[in-house]
Nanobody
Framework: VQLVESGGGSVQAGGSLRLSCAVS????????LGWFRQVPGKEREGVAA????????AYADSVKGRFAISQDNAENTMYLQMTSLKTDDTAMYYC???????????WGQGTQVTVSS
């Protein structure tokens, strides 16, 4: 399993960013992909998840209505479209894969998102 994030950057509050995660999973057809974020000194937070194969989607309450997770199977890429960004969204964002339910053991290197006021 290989995961590579891109698309982070700096944006003003109220702006938008789209994160991408190039996904390579050769050992399974049924798995979950997720976006997580972490601020130094705080616990990692699950942001959004999507089931590859079933299409089910879930969001953290803090991002519902502002963020949208999607996947392009033809491009083997997962996206996180982030809108109406807040300063509280500032964090390192990671994509992850779970081949077993809730067992996110494969991680990308992370991409920094900084939202300024």
């Amino acid at each position: 399993v290989q995961l590579v994030e891109s698309g982070g950057g700096s944006v003003q509050a109220g702006g938008s960013l789209r994160l991408s995660c190039a996904v390579s999973v050769s050992s399974a057809n049924d798995y979950c992909l997720g976006w997580f974020r972490q601020v130094p000194g705080k616990e990692r937070e699950g942001v959004a998840a999507i089931h590859h194969g079933g299409g089910g989607i879930a969001y953290a309450d803090s991002v519902k209505g502002r963020f949208a997770i999607s996947q392009d199977n033809a491009e083997n890429t997962m996206y996180l479209q982030m809108t109406s960004l807040k300063t509280d969204d500032t964090a390192m964002y990671y994509c992850a894969a779970a081949l077993q339910p809730s067992d996110y053991r494969y991680w990308g290197q992370g991409t920094q998102v900084t939202v300024s006021s």
